[in-house]
């Protein structure tokens, strides 16, 4: 058994001197020595590392400084490359802007000649290396490139020939200018869309076809040489003329935003003035009569209530409100009327008719106190402010008419550019070869021009210079130097694709082989280094870039390198009996016969939805005879220039021709039928004349005898109550909505707007008619007149959109039919056509011109001895890169070592010293707790041996203290217990 540390006696354990010494010290004392220790074993790990760290940023800092000088010395090798691509690209092409690597990277050469310098100056055998360097690119420049370059300038074209025509419409002069004109033309027909303007909208189309027909008349005759393919031109240009004059002054006569928005406010503030001022007091007043009278009614007193309401509906508080808004509603209708716009004619009348299905709801109420004939009230309320939402939103959606007048006269300029700068010059220059016939241009200066200006090698550039900056920002010299030797090596392949279409020489086509295998596989090398030194995270868009860089790269592999040496390689046909066997398929006309047949077929199709008076479906077959126009001036423009861009109107016009077709038998789908038309147009006008029959007139004739007396007026309430003519109106109102539905269904809003006058009419009547039966006045009537003449002249009018319609099959069967006729294009002509234009790219021409102007080995050793210095100069860095790369290696090895031993050792000192401390304040609180439970269980008499001066000590004196103190108040308690119970003992005597 252990000794305690607390005992019943004064007797303590003896204490050594060294346990001593550490008992006599503080807690606190004894933490900070527990602390120290590990931290000044960590200072002295800490100062050991830095040393060593040190002493490896000395030596990175020279790698740093190594891998400069790489950078330079690859620099170096870019520039002296970009000269020599720059000169033979100019002499190949004769084009000044092949001149700018050369130029750019003179300017700059002295500069980083002089930067490396520096660079170099503790290394005298480097500096006399770029000496060399030097003077051998000077001498280059002085007896190769400057003279080579003077001497291409001397050459100047001879003549005028179908490639110099090609030439023009490569520059893309026109069809920039028409691109412009499309772009501007989209953002006018999105205006002109939002607005629901369907006549402006069909307008811009045809505008847009006359501009294509100009243009696919002038690219037919510059193939053919023949006038008969410039008819399109010339009608393109008539037409052009006379539908932007049309549009124009639909676009004077567009309603002012302010104006409409006043009158619109005004309709909506007289709607609500006729709802509170007297609609709703009118019906208040006759509910209030119904209640008084709920029971029964006397005749005298169902005549008084009559009387009273014809008094009060005299007044003509409500009719002045709704004449007022009437005279609104049709000023606003006048001004879409000349505007064209039949959305918002149609919205109008619909406000309109809501207004006036709250007017005679109203007034059937009034007349009969049933509550059902305030449906129309009630439905015409909600309908009214729907409307006006719908007509708020139009007006919101409007187009500034100021604004499309400005993007107009635009497109008006453009198209005079495109005369004055595209269209004339080029039919001039064809006019000039049907007369001389002269030589072509040549294959290798389209190649090369092509493959150099492609914008591929610029892209590529910029992304490296991007990711060298990523790394540098980083300090990652050597991504920077892997970089710069992947931008090197593309500028190296870039040179070598000149010089091969240059002479063709095996050795040339290796040497782009080589330089291709080279960017391969620096561009793997480039992906993995940002792999290893960047997260997933930090290095997505470098790898993002790397992956544009790749895309690029095999683009140009494809769509330039490989077409090249297939052209090499298959030259089969003269350019001259190739162009001549495309002039000779398109004098044939197998695709004009067909378009022509398509064009009658679409004049067709166009008249029958202009007779129907389909603006939507009129809409679509515009579009349809644009796009065939466009997919034509697409092909033409392709197999003059031979650029694919030029097809973009071709592929686009097919994908926009399969779906405007699918859309217009969509809609050709939804076409009314004619007779089951007519049947429910009839039967709607034999409910309206039976109305008239056994309602409206006998009703007026009543009204009539209740004035002179003969009747009473309580006979008309009595009558309306029959609801004999409601029970029409409503049958009515029912087939109104069906109609209406169908014309929506086929698109057809002028029929839509004549159903929505109709309806509207016929509310008129029999508003007028209601308030002529409570007033008896003549100038209630007039809406009813006024119905009844309108009402015919619609009806005349609906009859006369129905009799234009066309049955669905019939029309379907046409659309079919213009489908095949556009396939049939595309098959018997477009594509073989632009096959046989592929075809002419691929076919080679003549080099004895080109190559009179490069001197064969001129200024080539002096490159290659340029190139060799370069490669010594940069592999005198790479050895000592290598000798300090191994430096820092080791200095970081050390360093490494050093932490990792170091901290451990700390670590373990740490560790060790916390146990003792812990087990010294853990035992000293043991002994203090063992002896409180003793005190708790009632013996005073424990008491802890003192062997400390810290806190923990002063503890237990306090601690035996009061122990000593309790057991002295115990004994002195149980001695006045026992003196109390003594004289208890003596009381208890004394009482006996």
Do not use: C
Request: aromatic share 6%; charged share 25%.
């Amino acid at each position: 058994m252990e000794d305690s540390p607390i005992s019943n006696s004064d007797s303590a354990a003896p204490i050594t001197d060294a346990s001593w010494s550490l008992k006599k010290l503080s807690i606190s004392t004894k933490i900070i020595i527990g602390f120290s220790l590990p931290v000044i074993l960590m200072l002295l790990v800490s100062s050991a590392v830095y040393f060593s760290t040190q002493t490896l940023l000395d030596t990175a800092s020279w790698v740093q400084h190594t891998q400069q000088v790489i950078s330079k010395g690859h620099l170096l090798e870019k520039l002296i490359l970009d000269m020599e691509t720059g000169e033979r690209g100019f002499l190949i092409t004769g084009k000044e802007e092949f001149l700018e690597p050369f130029i750019n990277s003179e300017q700059q050469w002295g500069i980083e000649i002089a930067a490396t310098k520096t660079l170099v100056s503790d290394n005298p055998a480097q500096v006399e290396r770029l000496g060399k360097i030097d003077s051998q690119a000077r001498q280059w420049l002085k007896l190769a490139a400057t003279p080579e370059i003077a001497q291409r300038r001397k050459v100047q074209s001879q003549a005028i020939s179908l490639d110099h025509i090609q030439t023009i419409l490569q520059k893309k002069t026109g069809k920039n200018i028409l691109d412009s004109i499309r772009l501007t033309a989209e953002n006018l027909n999105h205006a002109f869309e939002t607005a629901q303007n369907q006549k402006a909208a069909n307008l811009l189309v045809s505008i847009l076809k006359d501009i294509v027909d100009q243009e696919t008349g002038e690219r037919g005759f510059l193939i053919t040489g023949e006038e008969e393919f410039l008819d399109p031109y010339h009608s393109g240009k008539k037409n052009f003329n006379k539908h932007v004059s049309e549009l124009r002054s639909l676009l004077f006569n567009a309603p002012s935003k302010s104006e409409v928005i006043g009158l619109i406010e005004h309709v909506q503030t007289l709607a609500s003035k006729w709802y509170e001022e007297a609609a709703l007091p009118e019906i208040k007043i006759r509910r209030s009569e119904i209640i008084e009278k709920a029971e029964a009614e006397a005749e005298a007193e169902a005549e008084e209530r009559l009387n009273k309401l014809d008094t009060i509906i005299s007044k003509g508080t409500g009719k002045s409100i709704l004449d007022e808004m009437r005279n609104t509603l049709s000023r606003l209708n006048s001004i879409y009327i000349k505007s064209e716009n039949e959305t918002a004619q149609i919205i109008i009348l619909t406000i309109a008719k809501s207004m006036v299905d709250q007017e005679t709801g109203q007034r059937g109420f009034l007349i009969t106190g049933n509550e059902r004939f305030l449906a129309p009230f009630h439905g015409g309320r909600e309908g009214f402010k729907q409307s006006i939402i719908e007509f708020n939103l139009l007006v919101e959606n409007s187009y500034q008419h100021q604004d499309v007048l400005q993007q107009l006269s635009s497109i008006e300029t453009a198209m005079g550019q495109w005369h004055q700068l595209a269209a004339k010059v080029e039919i001039s220059a064809r006019r000039q070869v049907n007369e001389s016939g002269l030589s072509q241009m040549e294959f290798l200066q389209r190649t090369v021009n092509q493959g150099l200006s492609s914008g591929i090698f610029n892209d590529n550039r910029q992304i490296l210079q991007d990711i060298s900056k990523a790394f540098s920002q980083n300090n990652n010299r050597q991504g920077v130097v892997i970089a710069l030797e992947l931008e090197n090596a593309l500028t190296k392949m870039e040179s070598s694709f000149v010089q091969y279409m240059v002479n063709s020489e095996h050795a040339q086509q290796q040497a782009i082989k080589s330089s291709r295998q080279q960017v391969d596989e620096l561009m793997v090398e480039v992906s993995v280094f940002i792999g290893r030194v960047y997260t997933a995270r930090q290095g997505s868009k470098l790898t993002a870039a790397m992956n544009k860089f790749r895309g690029n790269t095999y683009d140009w592999y494809v769509n330039t390198l490989e077409p090249a040496f297939y052209a090499k390689k298959n030259i089969v046909h003269s350019r001259s009996s190739a162009a001549v066997k495309i002039q000779h398929v398109l004098k044939q006309g197998t695709g004009k016969n067909i378009l022509d047949e398509s064009r009658m077929l679409i004049k067709d199709i166009k008249q029958d939805f202009a007779n129907a008076r389909n603006l939507k479906a009129f809409n679509l077959v515009l579009k349809i005879e644009k796009n065939m126009v466009d997919q034509e001036t697409g092909e033409r423009g392709f197999i003059i220039t031979g650029d694919e861009s030029f097809l973009e109107p071709y592929h686009s016009g097919k994908k926009n021709i399969d779906i405007l077709i699918a859309e217009l038998a969509s809609v050709a789908n939804q076409a009314f039928d004619i007779n089951d038309t007519k049947i429910k147009i009839n039967n709607i006008e034999q409910e309206i004349e039976k109305w008239l029959a056994v309602a409206a007139k006998p009703e007026i004739a009543l009204r009539k005898r209740v004035d002179t007396g003969d009747a009473r007026y309580v006979s008309i309430a009595t009558e309306l109550n029959k609801g004999r003519g409601k029970g029409v109106l409503d049958s009515l109102r029912f087939k109104m909505d069906e109609l209406n539905k169908i014309f929506k269904s086929a698109k057809n809003s002028n029929a839509q707007r004549l159903v929505v006058a109709i309806s509207k009419d016929i509310v008129d009547m029999e508003t007028g008619q209601r308030g002529f039966l409570i007033t008896g006045k003549q100038e209630f009537l007039q809406p009813y007149d006024t119905g009844i003449k309108s009402l015919k002249e619609h009806f005349e009018q609906l009859h006369t959109v129905v009799n234009d319609g066309y049955y669905a099959d019939t029309m379907l069967a046409k659309i079919d039919k213009l489908r095949e006729k556009t396939e049939q294009w595309r098959e018997q002509a477009g594509e073989p056509e632009i096959a046989l234009r592929r075809n002419l790219n691929e076919t080679g021409a003549s080099m004895i011109d080109v190559t009179r102007l490069i001197e064969r080995g001129t200024g080539k050793n002096i490159i290659d001895a340029i190139r060799l210095g370069i490669s010594e100069f940069v592999e005198v860095e790479n050895t000592l890169i290598k000798e300090r790369t191994a430096l820092a290696e080791a200095a970081a090895n050390r360093s490494i070592y050093q932490t990792i031993f170091g901290t451990l050792f700390a670590s373990l000192v740490a560790l060790v010293a916390a146990g003792i401390l812990l087990r010294t304040i853990l035992n000293s609180l043991k002994h203090v707790s063992d002896a409180t439970e003793q005190v708790a269980a009632g013996d005073y008499s424990v008491e802890i041996a003192v062997d400390s001066n810290d806190q923990i000590g002063k503890l237990a004196h306090a601690f035996n203290a009061m122990t000593d103190q309790l057991e002295t108040s115990r004994d002195e308690m149980k001695v006045a217990n026992e003196d109390l119970e003594r004289q208890s003992f003596v009381l208890q005597d004394k009482s006996r």
